[in-house]
């Protein structure tokens, strides 16, 4: 991440898309975003096109786990704690974000617990270069 004189992050973790100023190993510039989605289900298999998010003409993507979480809370109190993404505790109890470039697709998958939360906010950060670029 960039940072400026004063040790600060040069831009926000936005819900827009932003350059970061880092270039790919190919040269192109990255680009950063991050995602905000809800889900209140037990068994989450939510699939969203990277154009309804927003992104375009993706060459290189990546999710950015040190920026990526989910906050979760039940249907009388949305915010109990916060974990990674992807996280494992057991067989019920896992949160998992992937993306599938070719097929244009994030995916978000999740078991929860019958006793356990099943209100969730996903927060998931994408870089990623252009073929435009």
Excluded: C
């Amino acid at each position: 991440m960039l940072v400026n004189r004063f040790g600060e992050p040069d831009f926000p973790i936005s819900l827009e898309e932003r350059k970061t100023g880092e270039l790919w190993i190919d040269g192109k510039p990255v680009y950063i975003k991050t995602i905000k989605k809800n889900t209140n289900m037990q068994n989450v298999n939510i699939t969203h096109s990277l154009s309804g998010l927003g992104i375009y003409n993706v060459d290189t993507l990546w999710i950015d786990e040190s920026n990526s979480f989910v906050l979760y809370g039940n249907m009388d109190n949305h915010y109990i704690g916060s974990q990674p993404i992807s996280f494992y505790l057991a067989p019920n109890d896992w949160k998992t974000v992937y993306v599938n470039v070719q097929m244009g697709n994030l995916n978000l998958r999740a078991g929860l617990p019958n006793s356990v939360a099943v209100y969730i906010d996903w927060y998931i950060t994408l870089k990623y270069t252009k073929t435009t670029d």
